[in-house]
C-alpha cells in the first residue's frame, strides 16, 4: 500500500474532485503505479481532517474515471492503463437525468469485458447496421426478442412482434392507434409521468383508476369504463412507477376479466417486469386478444439502448404499429437493436439482470436500516422507494434540501392523475451514485426529516 496522500489546491471545485484530480494527476506523474492500493479511505480522511464521506466521493468519481477499480475486503487499487481506444470521454462520463429512475451501473470488470466484446461483435457489421431497415426490427432481432420474451411466459408468432425506439416511443405510437383527440384513456390514480405526457401531446384525457394495495381495483375500473367509455387501459403492474408494488396474480384474473367483458385494450408496460427473480405472469398472458404487451429494456439492461420489444393483440395491429412507429421514427437503431441481439444470444442480457437484481436488493436494505421509522413502500427489487413525509415536512422544501446530492427524487405531483398529490416523493436508489455515496445522501434526507431538521 502506497503512503500517498494528495497535496489539495484550492481550485473552486469540490473536495472530492479536487482529490479525484490528485489521484490522477500521480498516476500520470509515476507517483501512483498500476496496482498501488490508495490509503484506506477513513485514514485518509484523517489526515486531510475532512469528512468520510468526502474521501468516498473521490474515490467514487477516481473510479468512474477509470483510474482506480475496488475491491469488497481488499481495498482500491490503481488501474492498469486502458488502451487509448477504450480510454472513457470524460464529456459523456456525467452526463445522467436525476429525473429518471435510474437501475444501478454496473462495476464488476468481467461483467463490462463481456458487454464491451458484445460492441466489438456489433462492430464487425459496422456499415450494414448503418442503413435503413424495417421500421420494426429485423428478423434476426426479433427472434432474440421472441427468446426474451418467453422469459416472462410469452410465445407470441413472429407476425407479433416488433421492435421499437422504446417504450415511449412505442406506447405513442399504440396511442396513436387505439385514440384520437380528446378520447379517454384509463390509468392508475398514480401512474408513469411519461404516459402523462404523452397523453398531454396527443391531446387524451386521462383519468385515473382508484388503487389499493393490489393495484387498481376491478369494480372501481367497471364503474369507471361504463361511466367514461374508454379507448384503453394503461397499467404499470410489476414493480409499478413510483409505488413498487406489484399487482398479484388474483388481482390481475379479475382485471382481465374486467377487460373481456367490456373489449376493452389494455396497453401493459412491463419495464420492470424482467428485472424481478420470480414476476407473476404478464397480463398478456391473461387476455392476449387485448393486450398491447410493451417490454422495454430500459430498466432491465440500459435506457441507452432505446429499445422496447412489443407484442401487438394479433398481427393485423403489428402492422399497424410498423406504420405508426414509421411515421414516428423511422425505425429502431439497427445497432442497438444488434447489441441487444448479441448480449441476449450470448447470455450478458442475463448477467446484467443478475447484477440489478442483487444490487437493487443491496440498496434497497441500506434505505431500510437509514431510513427507519420513516413511512415508505418498497420492493426488495426495486430501484426506489416511495417515500410519505412526515407531517409538516413538505416535498418542495425537501426536494431543495436534496439539491446538488446524485440521488434522484421525483415529488408526487409528477405522477398524481386522480385526487390531491399528497406529501410523497419517489426516491431514486440507482444511477451512476456508489453505495457510499447512496448512504451518505439518504443519512443526510433523514437528518432533514427527523423531528426539528428542518430547523438544522
Known amino acids: ?85 477504450e480510454v472513457p470521454d470524460p464529456r459523456r462520463c456525467r452526463d445522467e437525468d436525476l429525473s429518471m429512475n435510474m437501475p444501478p451501473e454496473p462495476a464488476d470488470k468481467e461483467l463490462l469485458e463481456r458487454m464491451g466484446d458484445g460492441l466489438r461483435t456489433v462492430s464487425a457489421n459496422l456499415t450494414a447496421l448503418l ?13 432474440a426478442a421472441l427468446s426474451w420474451l418467453a422469459g416472462r411466459g410469452m410465445r407470441p408468432g413472429l407476425d407479433r412482434v416488433a421492435v421499437t425506439p422504446g417504450a415511449h416511443a412505442a406506447m405513442t405510437a399504440i396511442l396513436s392507434i387505439l385514440a384520437r383527440a380528446g378520447d ?15 397523453a398531454a401531446r396527443l391531446n387524451l384525457r386521462l383519468v385515473g383508476v382508484p388503487m389499493d394495495g393490489d ?34 396474480q388474483a388481482r390481475r384474473a379479475q382485471i382481465a376479466a374486467v377487460l373481456a367483458r367490456h373489449r376493452l385494450p389494455l396497453i401493459e408496460d412491463d419495464a420492470y417486469g424482467f428485472v424481478p427473480g420470480a414476476p407473476p405472469p404478464p397480463l398478456a398472458v391473461l387476455a392476449p386478444d ?67 437484481r442483487s444490487e437493487s436488493a443491496a440498496r434497497q436494505k ?4 437509514i431510513l427507519s421509522g420513516l ?38 405531483d409528477a405522477f398524481t392523475v386522480a385526487g390531491e398529490a399528497g406529501e410523497h416523493v419517489r426516491v431514486c436508489l440507482g ?11 439518504l443519512l443526510f434526507m433523514a437528518n432533514s426529516l427527523s423531528e426539528g431538521g428542518w430547523m438544522g
Open 184 to 198: 379517454t384513456v384509463l390509468c392508475e390514480a398514480v401512474t408513469y409521468p411519461g404516459l402523462r405526457a404523452i
Open 366 to 369: 441500506i434505505a431500510a436500516e
Open 290 to 356: 387485448l393486450t398491447w404487451h410493451v417490454g422495454g429494456l430500459s430498466k432491465c439492461i440500459g435506457a441507452g439502448l432505446r429499445l422496447a420489444y412489443v407484442v401487438a393483440p394479433d398481427a393485423r395491429c403489428a402492422l399497424a404499429l410498423g406504420q405508426a412507429l414509421r411515421a414516428i421514427s423511422v425505425m429502431p437503431s439497427p445497432i442497438c437493436a444488434a447489441l441487444a441481439t448479441r448480449w441476449i444470444e450470448d447470455g450478458t442480457a442475463d448477467r446484467i439482470r443478475h447484477f440489478l
Open 431 to 441: 444511477g451512476a451514485i456508489s453505495r457510499s455515496e447512496l448512504q451518505a445522501s
Open 215 to 248: 393495484g387498481i381495483i376491478p369494480e372501481a375500473l367497471e364503474e369507471v369504463i361504463r361511466r367514461d367509455s374508454p379507448k384503453a387501459l394503461y397499467l404499470n403492474p410489476t414493480v409499478h412507477n413510483p409505488t413498487t408494488l406489484t399487482i398479484p
Open 131 to 143: 442503413r435503413y431497415q424495417s421500421a420494426t426490427g429485423s428478423d434476426c432481432d426479433k427472434a
Open 1 to 85: 500500500m502506497k503512503d500517498w496522500v494528495p497535496s489539495l489546491v484550492d481550485s473552486g471545485k469540490p473536495r472530492y474532485l479536487q482529490i479525484a484530480d490528485a489521484i490522477g494527476a500521480a498516476i500520470r506523474a509515476g507517483e501512483l503505479g498500476a496496482g498501488d492500493r490508495l490509503p484506506p479511505q477513513r485514514r485518509l480522511a484523517g489526515r486531510l481532517g475532512i469528512d468520510f464521506t468526502t474521501v468516498s466521493r473521490a474515490y467514487a468519481e477516481a473510479a468512474a474515471r477509470n483510474l482506480v477499480e475496488s475491491h469488497v475486503g481488499r481495498g482500491t487499487f490503481v488501474r492498469a492503463a486502458a488502451p487509448a481506444s
Open 375 to 412: 413511512e415508505f413502500r418498497s420492493d426488495p427489487e426495486a430501484f426506489n422507494i416511495w417515500l410519505a413525509l412526515p407531517e409538516g415536512s413538505s416535498r418542495a422544501e425537501l426536494m431543495g434540501r436534496m439539491a446538488g446530492r446524485r440521488v434522484g427524487l421525483m415529488p408526487s
